[in-house]
């Protein structure tokens, strides 16, 4: 069974880069029938598609709105995928998640990292 666990530091300063790790367990990161996501939720609001990092070839499609700020990237040997969010504001508070995704849509997801940007 897939399983997805998610690390990084709790507390970010405004204006630094965010770095969200999340570390796949059960199934190899390579499965071609797999791509992996990251997702948020802020205090008080919805869930927000933060982008995609597809298996076949490494490329990412990232929420638009985050496009100028987002990455994601893939660790195959150490079976990880990486966010990293540059410039963040407190606005980029939330709870960060990872997910498989499975024919275009989150199958399994760890159970979240809140990350809080303060000074």
């Known amino acids: 069974q897939v399983r997805l666990q998610e690390s990084g530091p709790g507390l970010v300063k405004p204006s630094r880069a965010l770095s969200v790790i999340c570390t796949v367990s059960?199934?190899?990161?390579?499965?071609?029938?797999?791509?992996w996501a990251w997702i948020r939720q802020s205090p008080g609001k919805g869930l927000e598609w933060i982008g995609v990092?597809?298996?076949?070839?490494?490329?990412?499609d990232l929420a638009t709105s985050l496009k100028s700020r987002a990455s994601i990237s893939m660790d195959t040997p150490k079976s990880q995928f990486s966010l990293r969010l540059t410039n963040v504001t407190p606005q980029d508070t939330a709870v960060y998640y990872c997910?498989?995704?499975?024919?275009?849509?989150?199958?399994?997801w760890g159970q979240g990292i809140l990350v809080t940007v303060s000074s």
């Open positions: 990092v597809r298996t076949y070839d490494g490329s990412s």
């Open positions: 059960g199934a190899s990161i390579s499965t071609p029938t797999l791509d």
């Open positions: 997910a498989s995704v499975r024919l275009g849509y989150p199958e399994i």
